[in-house]
């Protein structure tokens, strides 16, 4: 059955966030997560709202998991990119045009993954083939948030959903790999949370000489390539 534009832009839910940022939400209150169909769409509302950045005095565009946050520098615009952006919505084809293929190696288990036994044990699965569904995922980058260069991947096996750790660490090494809910992740740099860590890899996500500064970017394709072991 076919959506009518103006039934996709009855369910656009908007939220004033001070007074000089608009939150769009395009995903049902009850959604644990948004559709990849959903996100494509929001990448190309990005794009076409970063190349007029400079005209509708736009200071920060966030593409979020199901969400897009608008922050300019004049409140009076506020109304003028509500109507912008409800107007353009409809007319978005989420055609997958974005994005890159990157592998990262990872080393499962052991130091490297000390949360892999448990994952194994909630998903009533041997640790060996928690490591096969995840390398046989095809991860989409839905965004970027919490550090600089974390990457909420969407994709994950629904057999490797878990909740995340009743009690965060303080402190989780740079390149760990991670579950949490129906995402995987890679910790950029070492920072406190609550995932659970499967893996770990040596590739630099967050370098700040360089340009871009993140490995990953929105609409990136990621696969995980296992490597061994840790001991």
Request: net charge negative; with cysteine; proline share 7%.
């Amino acid at each position: 059955m076919s959506i009518e534009k103006s039934d996709l832009q009855q369910d656009v839910r908007v939220s004033y966030i001070g007074e000089d940022a608009i939150l769009f939400i395009f995903t049902p209150a009850t959604s644990l997560f948004a559709p990849l169909a959903t996100q494509q769409r929001i990448w190309q509302l990005f794009a076409w709202l970063d190349a007029q950045r400079e005209s509708l005095d736009l200071q920060e565009i966030v593409p979020g998991m199901g969400n897009l946050l608008l922050r300019t520098s004049h409140k009076t615009l506020l109304n003028k990119l509500q109507d912008l952006v409800l107007t353009r919505w409809p007319q978005l084809d989420g055609k997958d045009d974005h994005g890159r293929v990157i592998e990262i190696p990872v080393h499962y288990g052991a130091s490297d993954g000390p949360d892999l036994e448990h994952v194994a044990e909630h998903c009533e699965m041997s640790a060996a083939q928690v490591i096969e569904r995840h390398c046989q995922g095809t991860y989409r980058v839905y965004c970027l948030g919490f550090q600089p260069g974390f990457a909420y991947l969407g994709g994950l096996d629904e057999r490797l959903y878990i909740p995340r750790r009743e009690t965060p660490r303080l402190a989780i090494p740079a390149g760990s790999v991670a579950l949490a809910g129906s995402q995987t992740a890679i910790y950029p740099s070492a920072s406190p949370g609550g995932w659970h860590i499967i893996g770990h890899t040596e590739v630099p996500l967050f370098t700040p000489s360089q340009s871009p500064v993140t490995l990953l970017q929105i609409g990136d394709t990621v696969r995980f390539v296992p490597i061994g072991s840790a001991s």
